[in-house]
């Protein structure tokens, strides 16, 4: 929603402005020299990108129109759901959540946090590591090694889309020149013209530049900015998860383990002490 609000701004300021100065808007509209600008970017976008980073690109795009899933309540279930793993394990041992992180769909304990069994990939990281922490073969120091360098990984794949729109928006104001210099050698070769036509002539040429600086700064280079936004907050969430079984690999009591996770988080969406223990609660006594 912001996103929208955003470019009505925009386009509120930019055109509202034009026409309170005189402007008049109809000599803005050219469609041509939107073909030319939008083909040409997004025939760059094509040659300069595998299928891979398309396919991503594609998929990235829609959630900008999505606010941030990122939440603090978001953020209680991940917590809640870390705590009730770590204090069976440490109840029961860890063989007994075995059967929970084989198949956690069907789990009872991952069930009760729906927000969190939605995420396939962070599922994936709890379970792979809950895995390697019931094999036992690990230590602490290789199994971070490994978290980060999957977190690594998680932010590059995750980088791929806002490089690709940033190349775009970067690319934009150049296709504007391009359109405007063809708008120019169409005047040009239209020299005979009277005085009159010629400046329209001109006008419509330098729309080009307009048209590619306004939709490189005002529409697709603020886009990369949201993505790359949200990326930093979705692996935030994979670091509240590493820093959580690393306190609890450690020996640390699961309440304690997930007083580290908690840390890590951002404090405009971290919940505070309190309100952790109040969700926990509530959560036990909806069970009980």
């Known amino acids: ?120 990939h962070m599922i994936e990281f709890i379970t792979d590591y809950l895995r390697l922490m019931v094999g036992g073969n690990m230590d602490a120091f290789q199994i971070e090694t490994l978290m980060d360098t999957e977190i690594d990984t998680h932010h590059y794949e995750g980088e791929v889309p806002v490089h690709c729109v940033a190349r775009i928006g970067d690319g934009l104001p150049a296709f504007g020149i391009v359109a405007a210099v063809m708008g120019v050698v169409h005047t040009m070769s239209s020299v005979g013209l009277p005085p009159a036509e010629l400046g329209i002539l001109i006008a419509n040429a330098l729309v080009g530049t307009f048209i590619g600086i306004l939709m490189a700064y005002g529409f ?14 979705s692996t935030k969430m994979f670091q509240c998860v590493k820093v959580t079984l690393l306190a609890s690999l450690n020996g ?25 223990e109040e969700h926990i609660k509530l959560a036990k006594a909806k069970i009980s």
Not at 84 to 97: H, M, N, P, Q, V
Not at 220 to 233: D, M, N
Not at 252 to 272: D, I, M
């Open 1 to 120: 929603m912001l996103v929208i609000v955003g470019y009505l701004v925009v386009l509120f300021s930019v055109f509202g402005g034009f026409a309170l100065a005189g402007g008049h808007l109809g000599a803005l509209i050219q469609p041509i020299e939107l073909l030319m600008i939008g083909g040409a970017a997004l025939g760059s976008f094509f040659v300069g990108n595998n299928g891979k980073s398309i396919k991503a690109t594609l998929k990235a795009l829609p959630t900008v129109l999505r606010g941030s899933r990122h939440t603090k309540k978001l953020y209680l279930e991940l917590m809640s759901l870390l705590l009730d793993i770590l204090t069976r394990a440490r109840k029961e041992g860890l063989i007994s959540i075995e059967g929970d992180i084989d198949t956690p769909r069907e789990s009872p304990l991952f069930m009760k946090y729906p927000a969190i069994l939605a995420d396939h």
């Open 220 to 233: 697709v280079s603020p886009l990369s900015g949201l993505l790359e936004q949200k990326l930093h907050e």
């Open 252 to 276: 640390y009591p699961p309440t304690l383990a997930v007083e580290f996770g908690r840390k890590v988080l951002y404090s405009t969406e971290r919940p505070t002490f309190n309100e952790l």
